[in-house]
């Protein structure tokens, strides 16, 4: 009885949405051109990389240096730090647009970090890249570990008999 009750329910819907799709179709003969469907997210064509930090400390500051290096000319790049939490990024962010920038040359940028305390901390960086009135912005971070933090390695989870459970690599088998 109720699969009766939902096809007398679905049918009319049916019929509905195909009278809607033949009303909004275009007129035969007419010139149309296909739609074309973006795959995956668009960013800017810029490669962002950071330098490798020694042990961080809490409450002295550290130079960190972002390289920033375009896939294509542009008229400029405009950078901003955004920090995470607690973690205060020296004067000066955002940084000074740079103009007229080459493919493939490389850009550094230094900002100054310091984290009040031990802990996990991400400093995200936002670059854009504008040719002409085309904006497009690439968004990356970087987790910085200060402290005891930078150190500690987490603790094994145990079992019902506190026995400690150890990951052990993934092995896949075929059968034939």
Not at 67 to 88: M, T
């Amino acid at each position: 009885m109720r699969r009766k009750h939902a096809l007398m329910l679905a049918t009319p819907l049916a019929l509905l949405l195909l009278d809607a799709c033949i009303a909004a179709a275009p007129p035969v003969g007419s010139l149309t051109k296909p739609l074309a469907l973006a795959h995956g997210k668009r960013s800017a064509p810029v490669e962002v990389r950071f330098s490798k930090l020694s042990h961080l400390a809490a409450n002295v500051p550290v130079d960190l240096s972002v390289d920033l290096i375009p896939g294509i000319d542009a008229d400029e790049i405009l950078l901003s730090f955004v920090p995470s939490a607690g973690l205060q990024v020296s004067a000066g962010n955002p940084p000074a647009p740079l103009s007229a920038v080459v493919k493939g040359q490389t850009y550094r940028r230094t900002v100054t970090l310091i984290a009040p305390a031990d802990g996990e901390y991400r400093l995200g960086v936002l670059a854009t890249l504008r040719v002409g009135t085309t904006q497009q912005t690439r968004a990356v971070s970087q987790r910085l570990s200060v402290g005891a933090a930078a150190h500690a390695k987490p603790a094994l989870r145990r079992d019902a008999n506190q026995v400690p459970i150890e990951a052990s690599p993934a092995q896949e088998r075929i059968s034939h």
